[in-house]
C-alpha cells in the first residue's frame, strides 16, 4: 500500500488482495525468515521457507505478500500470510515514506475497542536497514476485497453501492472520533495550524522532486498560501490519504447482505490501509480528499490510460451511478458520524480544502515522476502517474476559481518577492475576456486599416518573378503589428515561466519575447479575426509552422538551444520548417518515419527525404526540426520511443531543397512546401537534441495539441471572410431583373453558412475552452472533433461563396480561391479526417459500453 493507494489495473473494477505478482524488486528471503523467526509473534516454528510476492498497486513503499511455508518447493503448505511493507531503496525525500510512523499509529488504533476503527494486525517493526538493506515492518494480512472504481458500476445494484459508500462515511467518521490521548498518539503530530503545515510540506516535497516548478503549479501555490482557513477543527488522528481504493471489503460486493463480517467487521470494511501520511491535524482535509472523484475530470477510454483512471480514479463520463451519494450527502453523512461541523456549509473553506487534497496529489505524484526517471519506483505504471500531475494541479485551480494567469517560475527563488499576475475568476463562458476583448478590438482595427489592403500588394508579388523574395510590404506590416502590441499573440500562458533566455519583459523587446500570454480561448477570438487573410499571420509573428515550432523550443528546448533559435524566431528575424512528412510512409502515424538518425561520438548523423516541409524555400528559413528513428525497427522494444527530434541548421552541408511543391497549383511563394533531402547531414548532439534521444514522438504528441488548434481558429476567420463576400455579392449582384438577395435559393444557402460556420466556431471554442482547463489529453476528443468540423464548414462556406461569384470566385481577383485551396488541404495537413473520426468513434463505442 502506498501514499496514493491502490491504483485501476486496466479495466478492472476491483481487486482481491491476494493477488501478487513476482517481486519487482526483490528481497533476501533467507535474511527476512530469519528476522521473522526471531520477532514476529505466533510464526509458525514448522515454517522452513518464505515466498515472497509483490502488489502490483501502488506508487510509494513496495508492499509485498509473505508466505510462510514447510518446504521450499512450490505447493509446499502454507502455514501463514503475512504483508511486508519497507521504504524504497535509493535517494529519497526525507519526509516521505515513513513506514515507522505507519507501524505505530496502526498498532495504536488496533488497541482501541470503541470507536473501532479496522486496521491490520502490527507483528513487527524492524528499523535496521542491514536486514533488507531498508527499514520495513510486519502485519497480518487483511484477506478481501478493494474496490478500485468510485462508481462500483459492476456491484450488483444501487444498494450495494450506498452500502459501500455508507461504510465509508462511518468508518472515516469513527476515525474522527478517536481521541489521540486514549490511543497513545498525543505526540503523533502537532494539533494547530494544521493546513498551513501541511501546504508547506507538500509544497516543499514537490520543490524537491522538480528542477524547474510548472507554471500552473505556481499559481497553486500562490492561491493556497492565500487563503488558508484562519480557523479550522483540529486535534483529530487523520489518515491523510482516505480514500475507497484504500479500504479492504470482506465481500466482492460490499457489505449489502453480506453475512460473513464478525463484530469488527460490521460495515463490512476489513481494514484501512496506506496509513503512511497519517498525523494528528484538521479532520476536513481527510473528508475533502475522499471527495477527489467528484472534482476529477470524468474517465472515457480517451483518456483511461494517462488520466485520473490510473492513480487518482474519477467517475467515468456516464455521471455517477444510481447509489452512490452526492457529495454534499457523503459529507453530511460524515458530519453525522463524527460528530463535527459540516465543512460545505462554508463554500470558500471547502474549495480550499478541495484544492489543496488535488495539490498534494500533485506533490506525490511529481516525487512518483522523480522515482520512475530514477528507476526505483514500485508500482508498474509509476510513469504514466507522473504524467498526472498537470491534471492534479489544473484541477485544483478550477476548484479555485482561477486557471490562466502566467505566472513567473523565478517567483519561487531569488525573486520570491516579484509581482504575481492578479488571479482571474474562471468562466465557463466562450465570450472573449476583457484583456482579449480590448486586443481583439486593436486587431480588428489593424486588419480593416492595414492587412487588408495591403493584400493587392501581396497577391501581385505572389505571381511575379521575384516571389520567392520577401516581399518588402510585409516586413513593413509586421513592424507596425509590434508598434501595435499586436505580437506574438500565440505564446501561451505560461511562456514566461518556460523562457529561459534572459529578458526585461518591461522593455520593448523582452515584451516581443513574451507576447500577452494568453489563453487557448482568448487566442481563439484572435486567430480567428487573423484568419480571414491568408497573409494575416505573418503579420503578427503568429504563422505555422513557426508557431508550433517555437512552442518546442519553448517547453523542450535547453536554454542555449532558445538563445540560438528561439529568441530570432520570437523577434521574426529569422523562419523556420518542421522535416517530418515522407513521401513513402502514411506519415499521419508518427511512428511510420523511416529517416535515419545515427549516432556516431558526439555526433548524430541524419539521412532521409521529408516533402510538404513547409517553410523551407523561405530565403529567411534558418531552422529545421528534423524527425527521424535513433533505434531501428528490429532493436526497438516500443515503437513510440524510436523517434528523436534535433535540430538542424538550413545552411548544414547535405541539407538541399529538391524542389517546391504546389497547393492546387500554388506555390505559396516565398514560404513555399519543399521537398528536401537530407544526405549525411552532421548535427552535434548535445546543441541539436530536444529533450532525449527517443523523445520524438512525445513531442510530435504535445505539438498536436493547442499548435494544431490554431489552425481550426484560422479557418473559422476563412469562413467569416467568405460569408462576408457572398453577403456582399448577394446584395450587389443582379441576375434576371433582381438581387441575389432577392432570391430564396440565396437567402436558404446564405442562413445555412452562418448556421454551419456558428456550429463549428462554437465546437472550436469550447475545444479551447477544456484544453485550458483540462489539459491535452482529457480534451483530446474535443480537438479531434473541431478538426474534422472546423475545416468541413469553412469548406463549406467557402464553395458556397465561389458559387454566389461565379468565375470571379475561381480566380485571384477574390481570395476566396486561394482560401479554399489552403482550407481543403488542412483536412490532410492537419491530421486525417479518417483519423479523426476513428478516435471519436472509439470514444462513442466505448461510453455506450458504460
Given at each position: 500500500?502506498?501514499?496514493?493507494?491502490?491504483?485501476?489495473?486496466?479495466?478492472?473494477?476491483?481487486?482481491?488482495?491476494?493477488?501478487?505478482?513476482?517481486?519487482r524488486?526483490?528481497?533476501?528471503?533467507?535474511?527476512?525468515?530469519?528476522?521473522?523467526?526471531?520477532?514476529?509473534?505466533?510464526?509458525?516454528?514448522?515454517?522452513?521457507?518464505?515466498?515472497?510476492?509483490?502488489?502490483?498497486?501502488?506508487?510509494?513503499?513496495?508492499?509485498?505478500?509473505?508466505?510462510?511455508?514447510?518446504?521450499?518447493?512450490?505447493?509446499?503448505p502454507?502455514?501463514?500470510?503475512?504483508?511486508?511493507?519497507?521504504?524504497p531503496?535509493?535517494k529519497?525525500?526525507?519526509?516521505?515514506?515513513?513506514?515507522?510512523?505507519?507501524?505505530?499509529?496502526?498498532?495504536?488504533?488496533?488497541?482501541?475497542?470503541?470507536?473501532?476503527?479496522?486496521?491490520?494486525?502490527?507483528?513487527?517493526?524492524?528499523?535496521d536497514?542491514?536486514?533488507l538493506?531498508?527499514?520495513?515492518?510486519?502485519?497480518?494480512?487483511?484477506?478481501?476485497s478493494?474496490?478500485?472504481?468510485?462508481?462500483?458500476?459492476?456491484?450488483?445494484?444501487?444498494?450495494?453501492?450506498a452500502?459501500?459508500?455508507?461504510?465509508?462515511?462511518?468508518?472515516?467518521g469513527?476515525?474522527?472520533?478517536?481521541?489521540?490521548?486514549?490511543?497513545?498518539?498525543?505526540?503523533?503530530?502537532?494539533?494547530?495550524?494544521?493546513?498551513?503545515?501541511?501546504?508547506?510540506?507538500?509544497?516543499?516535497?514537490?520543490?524537491?522532486?522538480?528542477?524547474?516548478?510548472?507554471?500552473?503549479?505556481?499559481?497553486?501555490?500562490?492561491?493556497?498560501?492565500?487563503?488558508?482557513?484562519?480557523?479550522?477543527?483540529?486535534?483529530?488522528?487523520?489518515?491523510?490519504?482516505?480514500?475507497?481504493?484504500?479500504?479492504?471489503?470482506?465481500?466482492?460486493?460490499?457489505?449489502?447482505?453480506?453475512?460473513?463480517?464478525?463484530?469488527?467487521?460490521?460495515?463490512?470494511?476489513?481494514?484501512?490501509?496506506?496509513?503512511?501520511?497519517?498525523?494528528?491535524?484538521s479532520?476536513?482535509?481527510?473528508?475533502?480528499?475522499?471527495?477527489?472523484?467528484?472534482?476529477?475530470?470524468?474517465?472515457?477510454?480517451?483518456?483511461?490510460?494517462?488520466?485520473?483512471?490510473?492513480?487518482?480514479?474519477?467517475?467515468?463520463?456516464?455521471?455517477?451511478?444510481?447509489?452512490?451519494?452526492?457529495?454534499?450527502?457523503?459529507?453530511?453523512?460524515?458530519?453525522?458520524?463524527?460528530?463535527?461541523?459540516?465543512?460545505?456549509?462554508?463554500?470558500?473553506?471547502?474549495?480550499?480544502?478541495?484544492?489543496?487534497?488535488?495539490?498534494?496529489?500533485?506533490?506525490?505524484?511529481?516525487?512518483?515522476?522523480?522515482?520512475?526517471?530514477?528507476g526505483?519506483a514500485?508500482?508498474?505504471n509509476?510513469?504514466?502517474?507522473?504524467?498526472?500531475?498537470?491534471?492534479?494541479?489544473?484541477?485544483?485551480?478550477?476548484?479555485?476559481?482561477?486557471?490562466?494567469?502566467?505566472?513567473?517560475?523565478a517567483?519561487?527563488?531569488?525573486?520570491?518577492?516579484?509581482?504575481?499576475?492578479?488571479?482571474?475568476?474562471?468562466?465557463?463562458?466562450?465570450?472573449?475576456?476583457?484583456?482579449?476583448?480590448a486586443?481583439?478590438?486593436?486587431?480588428?482595427?489593424?486588419?480593416?486599416?492595414?492587412?487588408f489592403?495591403?493584400?493587392?500588394?501581396?497577391?501581385a508579388?505572389?505571381?511575379?518573378?521575384?516571389?520567392w523574395?520577401?516581399?518588402p510590404?510585409?516586413?513593413?506590416?509586421?513592424?507596425?503589428?509590434?508598434?501595435?502590441?499586436?505580437?506574438?499573440?500565440?505564446?501561451?500562458?505560461?511562456?514566461?515561466?518556460?523562457?529561459k533566455?534572459?529578458?526585461?519583459?518591461?522593455?520593448?523587446?523582452?515584451?516581443?519575447?513574451?507576447?500577452?500570454?494568453?489563453?487557448?480561448?482568448?487566442?481563439?477570438?484572435?486567430?480567428?479575426?487573423?484568419?480571414?487573410?491568408?497573409?494575416?499571420?505573418?503579420?503578427?509573428?503568429c504563422?505555422?509552422?513557426?508557431?508550433?515550432?517555437?512552442?518546442?523550443?519553448?517547453?523542450?528546448?535547453?536554454?542555449?538551444?532558445?538563445?540560438?533559435?528561439?529568441?530570432?524566431?520570437?523577434?521574426?528575424?529569422?523562419?523556420?520548417?518542421?522535416?517530418?512528412?515522407?513521401?513513402?510512409?502514411?506519415?499521419?502515424?508518427?511512428?511510420?518515419?523511416?529517416?535515419?538518425?545515427?549516432?556516431?561520438?558526439?555526433?548524430?548523423?541524419?539521412?532521409?527525404?521529408?516533402?510538404?516541409t513547409?517553410?523551407?524555400?523561405?530565403?529567411?528559413?534558418?531552422?529545421?526540426?528534423?524527425?527521424?528513428?535513433?533505434?531501428?525497427?528490429?532493436?526497438?522494444?516500443?515503437?513510440?520511443?524510436?523517434?528523436?527530434?534535433?535540430?538542424?541548421?538550413?545552411?548544414?552541408?547535405?541539407?538541399?531543397?529538391?524542389?517546391?511543391?504546389?497547393?492546387?497549383?500554388?506555390?505559396?511563394?516565398?514560404?513555399?512546401?519543399?521537398?528536401?533531402?537530407?544526405?549525411?547531414?552532421?548535427?552535434?548532439?548535445?546543441?541539436?537534441?530536444?529533450?532525449?534521444?527517443?523523445?520524438?514522438?512525445?513531442?510530435?504528441?504535445?505539438?498536436?495539441?493547442?499548435?494544431?488548434?490554431h489552425?481550426?481558429?484560422?479557418?473559422?476567420?476563412?469562413?467569416?471572410r467568405?460569408?462576408?463576400?457572398?453577403?456582399?455579392?448577394?446584395?450587389?449582384?443582379?441576375?434576371?431583373?433582381?438581387?441575389l438577395?432577392?432570391?430564396?435559393?440565396?437567402l436558404?444557402?446564405?442562413?445555412?453558412?452562418?448556421?454551419?460556420?456558428?456550429?463549428?466556431?462554437?465546437?472550436?471554442?469550447?475545444?479551447?475552452?477544456?484544453?485550458?482547463?483540462?489539459?491535452?489529453?482529457?480534451?483530446?476528443?474535443a480537438?479531434?472533433?473541431?478538426?474534422?468540423?472546423?475545416?468541413?464548414?469553412?469548406?463549406?462556406?467557402?464553395?458556397?461563396?465561389?458559387?454566389?461569384?461565379?468565375?470571379?470566385?475561381?480566380?485571384?481577383?477574390?481570395?476566396?480561391?486561394?482560401?479554399?485551396?489552403?482550407?481543403?488541404?488542412?483536412?490532410?495537413?492537419?491530421?486525417?479526417?479518417?483519423?479523426?473520426?476513428?478516435?471519436?468513434?472509439?470514444?462513442?463505442?466505448?461510453?455506450?459500453?458504460?
Amino acid at each position: 500500500r502506498t501514499s496514493v493507494g491502490a491504483r485501476t489495473m486496466g479495466s478492472k473494477s476491483s481487486i482481491d488482495t491476494s493477488e501478487t505478482s513476482e517481486p519487482r524488486l526483490k528481497l533476501d528471503e533467507v535474511a527476512l525468515l530469519a528476522y521473522m523467526r526471531r520477532s514476529c509473534p505466533g510464526f509458525p516454528r514448522q515454517a522452513n521457507s518464505v515466498r515472497v510476492t509483490q502488489f502490483g498497486h501502488g506508487q510509494s513503499n513496495p508492499t509485498y505478500k509473505v508466505d510462510c511455508a514447510r518446504g521450499a518447493a512450490r505447493g509446499s503448505p502454507v502455514l501463514a500470510t503475512y504483508v511486508l511493507r519497507k521504504k524504497p531503496p535509493g535517494k529519497i525525500l526525507s519526509s516521505a515514506h515513513a513506514v515507522e510512523r505507519e507501524y505505530h499509529v496502526q498498532k495504536a488504533l488496533g488497541s482501541l475497542t470503541e470507536p473501532k476503527v479496522p486496521v491490520p494486525r502490527m507483528q513487527c517493526l524492524c528499523e535496521d536497514a542491514s536486514v533488507l538493506g531498508t527499514p520495513f515492518y510486519v502485519m497480518s494480512f487483511a484477506k478481501g476485497s478493494i474496490f478500485l472504481k468510485p462508481g462500483l458500476e459492476d456491484l450488483p445494484s444501487a444498494n450495494h453501492r450506498a452500502a459501500v459508500y455508507d461504510a465509508m462515511a462511518t468508518t472515516l467518521g469513527a476515525l474522527h472520533r478517536v481521541d489521540p490521548g486514549k490511543a497513545g498518539l498525543k505526540s503523533f503530530g502537532k494539533p494547530d495550524d494544521y493546513s498551513a503545515r501541511q501546504l508547506t510540506r507538500w509544497t516543499r516535497q514537490y520543490r524537491q522532486s522538480v528542477a524547474t516548478p510548472e507554471p500552473f503549479m505556481v499559481r497553486l501555490i500562490q492561491w493556497l498560501t492565500e487563503n488558508v482557513p484562519e480557523t479550522e477543527p483540529s486535534g483529530a488522528v487523520v489518515h491523510g490519504d482516505f480514500r475507497l481504493d484504500n479500504l479492504v471489503f470482506a465481500s466482492n460486493t460490499g457489505p449489502y447482505g453480506d453475512r460473513t463480517g464478525d463484530a469488527g467487521t460490521a460495515n463490512g470494511i476489513v481494514a484501512v490501509l496506506d496509513w503512511e501520511l497519517a498525523t494528528i491535524g484538521s479532520p476536513y482535509s481527510d473528508v475533502a480528499y475522499c471527495c477527489m472523484p467528484y472534482h476529477l475530470p470524468s474517465v472515457d477510454e480517451s483518456n483511461h490510460a494517462g488520466m485520473a483512471s490510473t492513480a487518482y480514479p474519477a467517475f467515468n463520463k456516464a455521471g455517477i451511478p444510481s447509489g452512490v451519494p452526492s457529495e454534499r450527502e457523503f459529507v453530511a453523512r460524515w458530519s453525522k458520524e463524527s460528530g463535527l461541523p459540516n465543512p460545505m456549509e462554508d463554500a470558500k473553506k471547502w474549495s480550499f480544502y478541495v484544492a489543496l487534497s488535488l495539490f498534494r496529489g500533485a506533490a506525490i505524484l511529481a516525487g512518483v515522476r522523480q522515482r520512475a526517471s530514477q528507476g526505483n519506483a514500485s508500482a508498474t505504471n509509476a510513469h504514466v502517474a507522473g504524467t498526472l500531475v498537470e491534471t492534479l494541479g489544473r484541477r485544483a485551480l478550477v476548484v479555485a476559481g482561477v486557471f490562466d494567469a502566467p505566472i513567473a517560475v523565478a517567483s519561487l527563488g531569488a525573486e520570491k518577492r516579484a509581482r504575481w499576475t492578479k488571479a482571474t475568476p474562471a468562466t465557463f463562458g466562450l465570450e472573449p475576456t476583457e484583456r482579449a476583448g480590448a486586443l481583439l478590438r486593436t486587431l480588428k482595427r489593424f486588419m480593416a486599416e492595414i492587412a487588408f489592403p495591403a493584400e493587392t500588394a501581396l497577391e501581385a508579388h505572389a505571381v511575379s518573378h521575384t516571389r520567392w523574395r520577401v516581399s518588402p510590404e510585409v516586413e513593413r506590416v509586421k513592424t507596425l503589428a509590434k508598434r501595435a502590441g499586436l505580437w506574438n499573440l500565440w505564446l501561451p500562458v505560461d511562456s514566461r515561466a518556460l523562457l529561459k533566455i534572459a529578458h526585461d519583459p518591461n522593455t520593448p523587446d523582452g515584451a516581443l519575447l513574451t507576447g500577452p500570454g494568453l489563453t487557448n480561448l482568448e487566442y481563439a477570438h484572435l486567430s480567428g479575426t487573423m484568419g480571414q487573410s491568408v497573409w494575416a499571420s505573418e503579420f503578427f509573428n503568429c504563422s505555422a509552422p513557426d508557431t508550433g515550432n517555437m512552442e518546442v523550443l519553448l517547453r523542450y528546448g535547453t536554454r542555449a538551444q532558445q538563445e540560438k533559435w528561439l529568441a530570432p524566431l520570437l523577434r521574426g528575424t529569422i523562419r523556420s520548417c518542421f522535416a517530418m512528412t515522407e513521401p513513402l510512409v502514411a506519415s499521419s502515424d508518427a511512428t511510420n518515419i523511416d529517416s535515419r538518425i545515427v549516432s556516431d561520438g558526439n555526433d548524430y548523423v541524419l539521412n532521409g527525404r521529408k516533402w510538404w516541409t513547409s517553410g523551407a524555400c523561405d530565403p529567411r528559413c534558418a531552422l529545421v526540426i528534423f524527425m527521424g528513428k535513433t533505434i531501428p525497427d528490429a532493436l526497438a522494444q516500443s515503437k513510440h520511443t524510436q523517434q528523436t527530434m534535433v535540430l538542424v541548421s538550413m545552411n548544414a552541408p547535405g541539407v538541399t531543397v529538391v524542389r517546391p511543391l504546389t497547393v492546387f497549383g500554388y506555390d505559396d511563394a516565398p514560404h513555399g512546401h519543399a521537398e528536401m533531402l537530407f544526405e549525411n547531414v552532421r548535427v552535434g548532439k548535445t546543441e541539436s537534441t530536444l529533450l532525449g534521444e527517443g523523445r520524438g514522438f512525445e513531442i510530435a504528441q504535445g505539438r498536436l495539441g493547442p499548435g494544431r488548434l490554431h489552425h481550426c481558429m484560422r479557418l473559422i476567420g476563412m469562413g467569416e471572410r467568405a460569408l462576408v463576400l457572398a453577403a456582399r455579392r448577394a446584395l450587389g449582384r443582379v441576375a434576371f431583373g433582381k438581387p441575389l438577395a432577392d432570391n430564396g435559393n440565396v437567402l436558404q444557402q446564405l442562413g445555412s453558412m452562418r448556421v454551419t460556420l456558428e456550429g463549428a466556431r462554437l465546437q472550436t471554442l469550447e475545444a479551447a475552452r477544456r484544453l485550458d482547463l483540462e489539459g491535452n489529453k482529457s480534451a483530446k476528443g474535443a480537438i479531434a472533433a473541431c478538426k474534422v468540423a472546423a475545416p468541413k464548414a469553412a469548406l463549406f462556406v467557402l464553395d458556397a461563396a465561389i458559387q454566389l461569384h461565379g468565375g470571379l470566385g475561381v480566380c485571384d481577383d477574390t481570395p476566396l480561391a486561394r482560401m479554399f485551396a489552403g482550407a481543403r488541404t488542412l483536412r490532410l495537413a492537419d491530421g486525417p479526417d479518417e483519423v479523426h473520426l476513428e478516435t471519436i468513434a472509439k470514444m462513442e463505442l466505448r461510453r455506450a459500453k458504460l
